[in-house]
């Protein structure tokens, strides 16, 4: 396992809601990285964050927004949910300034959206 | 869009070797070939990666062409806790770069 972290594991929500998911990097870790998996599809990727700032951003709209706190820990903010916003969300944690770039993955949150 | 082509899916029998290709024909000199596996409901795990050299660590080696065009991930004795979805990444080893997944191999180790 990994040493990152996400909470909650699963949530239920209704459309229109605002949701927040939260992320604690692995230690010595620096970058996160969020995204979005849909059953059966592979990840998609939402956007990083690197010293408190948004650091690249996929094909998501505004309402997808994001914090890095100054421990390196990130939420997700959601608003105004949507039925295609069912799905599992990753965060991931990788240290830049080094040689490598792996990215490591936490367990994901379950998001349901009714 | 994902920038490597993988067999949907494949099998491979307990304590056989799997071997998982991998199609990255467009890849750049300054791409590095990742591998990620994703057992059922969880997050991805970073299996491997390497530039042009074979690489091998504890998990699997790494085996890529000449050319760079392709590659293969070795599983030497599969075992039944080798069923996952497998991705085969092309990305710059470079800050800010995510990674970009397709929908990957899905591998049934069978007893």
């Known amino acids: 396992e990994t040493g990152v972290t996400q909470s909650p594991t699963h949530l239920i929500k209704t459309r229109g809601q605002q949701v927040t998911l939260r992320c604690s990097s692995q230690?010595?870790?620096?970058?996160v990285s969020w995204y979005q998996q849909a059953l059966g599809q592979g990840p998609q990727f939402i956007f990083q964050?690197?010293?408190?700032?948004?650091?690249g951003r996929g094909n998501f709209p505004p309402r997808f927004s994001g914090l890095q706190f100054p421990n390196y820990s990130s939420e997700l903010n959601v608003n105004a949910l949507e039925l295609d916003d069912s799905a599992l969300y990753l965060c991931?944690?990788?240290?830049?300034?080094?040689?490598?770039?792996?990215?490591?993955f936490g367990p994901g949150t379950r998001l349901t959206v009714t | 869009d994902a920038k490597t082509t993988q067999p949907p899916s494949m099998d491979c029998a307990e304590g056989r070797a799997a071997n998982l290709p991998c199609n990255h024909s467009?890849?750049?000199?300054?791409?590095?070939v990742y591998w990620y596996r994703q057992i059922h409901s969880q997050g991805p795990q970073y299996i491997i990666h390497?530039?042009?050299n074979n690489e091998t660590n504890e998990m699997a080696s790494l085996i890529i062409t000449e050319d760079r065009k392709s590659s293969t991930l070795i599983l030497p004795h599969a075992t039944l806790r080798d069923t996952a979805v497998y991705y085969c990444?092309?990305?710059?080893?470079?800050?800010?770069?995510?990674?970009?997944f397709g929908p990957g191999t899905r591998l049934s180790v069978l007893p």
């Open positions: 964050y690197y010293r408190e700032e948004e650091n």
């Open positions: 467009t890849i750049s000199g300054n791409e590095y």
């Open positions: 230690s010595g870790h620096n970058t």
């Open positions: 990444i092309v990305r710059p080893n470079n800050y800010g770069q995510n990674f970009v």
């Open positions: 991931a944690s990788s240290l830049v300034g080094t040689e490598l770039y792996e990215q490591y």
């Open positions: 390497g530039l042009k």
